[in-house]
């Protein structure tokens, strides 16, 4: 079968596609991974072929301007304009990768899935890393900052932030449909051909378990782990800093900003002081700074995390559901900074599942709270113990396995639920 990856964004929301394609082109298909010219390497190098979706959104987010919208400091508007031309581009280029396509395998955030899909009379399955397709009475719609509306106002706010989440690219979406595929409007998408999408959810069940009024076609599979390359060396001043100490806390924002970099590391350095403990600054997307560190504080830049991981004590980050993934695989004990999105909602998952405290918001995130919490994670004996028991649950999960089967079944017998 050949089978069509869309997806696009940042490493987190291009890494786990990989880790699918990988699996589908080990149980023999014939896989084309569609995305930003920035992973193209790391796509072949797995063995998957690569279509180039010319947008440039990684290199507009590390702008000043860009910078600035991702932090919540305004230009939200004058940066979708600048967004729009490019939005086109990787709906067109989407497009000229189909050819040839029998099975499409999409993150909404690529735009043309559920179009090309539907165009080429062709299954289409929506894959993606949170639980935002599939309405539910037991939590809120993991978009907003709240664990609980009530069942009536959970269920419904599902929908309600799907369709806030696209209005920006809705008549575009549509304007694009009607010129270059020769169909109508959007209306449900989660129906194609006359049947119901699948809904696949690269995440563990033992971190958000399925909801008991989730519809058949949604599934929980397990994470969409890539290991690294059998030929990835660490950095040895790296190895050595690891070996020469205690089991140092990672700390790392991942691809967002910060208003001031610095400020933000002294902060975190000076937090790492009043506990006591060594540490790893991920640098990110310039979300931390790298210079004048103390010794007891090593600095990395691309690390995997299914090597680091292990190594540390305890996991300070973003609350992206990868790393989160990551961090709770290893079995460490996590904090949760989160930014906005779906980071709130992993952080009040780890919380509710005891693998560590209640997450700190980054508009209040004081040296003194994150000491607190980082005294927390590296003392607290239940939580370690439920940190592990989680982990190893995680370990004994094989998400892509569970994918691709699903996959399998849903395009030999379109009709029939993924859940009985």
Partial sequence: MN????????????QPYIALGAGLRAAGHSVTLATLPAFEALARDHGLAFAPLRAELLELLQTPQGKKALAGRGGSLALLRQVTPM???????AWAAAAGSEL?????????????????????????????????????SPLLPVANLGAFLNR??????VRLASASTRGLVNRWRRAALGLGPVRDELMLHGRPVLRLYGYSPAVVPPPPDWDAWS????????????GWRPPEALAAFLAAGPPPVYVGFGSMPSADAAAKTALVLEALRRTGQRGVLAKGW?????????????????????????????VVHHGGAGTTGAGLRAGRPTLICPFFGDQPFWGRRVAALGAG????????????????????????????????????????????????????????SPRQPARS
């Fill in 357 to 412: 405290p209640r997450p700190i918001p980054q508009r209040r995130l004081t040296a003194t709270r994150l000491a607190e919490a980082i005294r927390e994670l590296v003392s607290s004996a239940e939580m370690r113990e439920r940190a592990e028991a989680l982990g190893a649950r995680i370990r004994g999960e094989d998400g892509v396995a569970r994918a691709v089967e699903l996959i399998e079944a849903y395009t030999a």
């Fill in 87 to 93: 939005l086109q581009r990787m709906l067109d280029d």
């Fill in 3 to 14: 089978v069509l990856i869309l997806t696009a964004g940042s490493r987190g929301d291009v």
């Fill in 219 to 230: 599934v929980a599979t397990g994470y969409w782990f890539l290991e690294r390359s059998p």
């Fill in 286 to 314: 310039g979300g931390l700074a790298a210079a004048d560190l103390p010794p007891d504080v090593a600095v990395v830049e691309d690390v995997p995390h299914d090597w680091l991981f292990p190594q540390v004590a305890a």
């Fill in 156 to 161: 419904a706010s599902h929908t309600l932030m």
């Fill in 104 to 140: 499409v395998i999409y993150h909404p955030k690529a735009l043309a899935g559920y179009s090309i899909a539907e165009k080429l009379g062709i299954p289409g399955v929506l894959a993606l890393p949170l639980p935002l397709y599939s309405p539910t009475s037991a939590f809120p």
